[in-house]
């Protein structure tokens, strides 16, 4: 069987994430052009209160979603994981964005959001919290300029907005629907 390989890279820029471009040899021989993000890889949870009954996303100021003159979207917490292991990547996380503390991780899926351009890999968590867990402001770590504002969401809001197709952001969404099929309680 033969299968696809790089046969050549080129760096075409190299800033906060690095852009390249590629010649990719197909299968039949063919060589063609691709173009390549190398944005390494990333984490994301959704927390969640079973007895409250909520849970903690985030808003941010987006380039992709201000270009597209889209509002801004309501999305887990995450970051890139810049060699850090993921479950003390995502910890860090959660506090600096949201003022949570966590504790235990559930594992969800290790995922490739847009695997025709990108190298980046999503590991993605639940997480249970209680209102004793909000132990700061969240908002983002100083010096990022991340203008996060913080939202704890019903959870039969967050389960109309998955089903009627208002979560636009996809990590989001996978993590809802895994919160719907993993903890089906939450809505009895």
């Known amino acids: 069987m033969t299968t696809a390989r790089i046969a050549n890279r080129t760096l075409v820029y190299d800033g906060w994430y690095k852009f390249f ?3 990719v040899e197909m299968p039949d021989g063919a060589i063609v052009e691709r173009h390549l993000l190398d944005n390494g890889s990333a984490v994301a949870v959704l927390p969640y209160d079973p007895a409250r009954r909520v849970c903690m996303l985030i808003e941010q100021p987006r380039a992709a979603v201000l270009a597209a003159g889209e509002p801004p979207l ?3 917490i995450a970051g890139n994981l810049d060699g850090a292991a993921p ?3 995502i910890v860090e996380e959660a506090f600096e964005e949201g003022g949570l503390r966590l504790g235990a991780l559930e594992p969800v899926a290790n995922v490739w959001p847009l695997c ?3 190298t980046e890999r999503v590991q993605l968590y639940l997480a249970p919290y209680s209102a ?3 132990v700061g402001e969240g ?3 100083h010096g990022e300029d991340e203008n996060i504002t913080v939202h704890e969401i019903a959870l039969d809001t967050l389960r109309e907005q998955a089903l009627s197709g208002a979560l636009a952001d996809a990590k989001t969404l996978i993590l809802v629907q895994a919160l719907l099929l993993r903890h089906p309680e939450l809505w009895a």
Do not use: Q
């Open 21 to 23: 471009r590629l010649e």
């Open 116 to 118: 025709p351009v990108s």
């Open 132 to 134: 004793e867990h909000r």
């Open 139 to 141: 908002g983002g770590a």
């Open 74 to 76: 309501l999305e887990a």
């Open 87 to 89: 479950e003390a990547r």
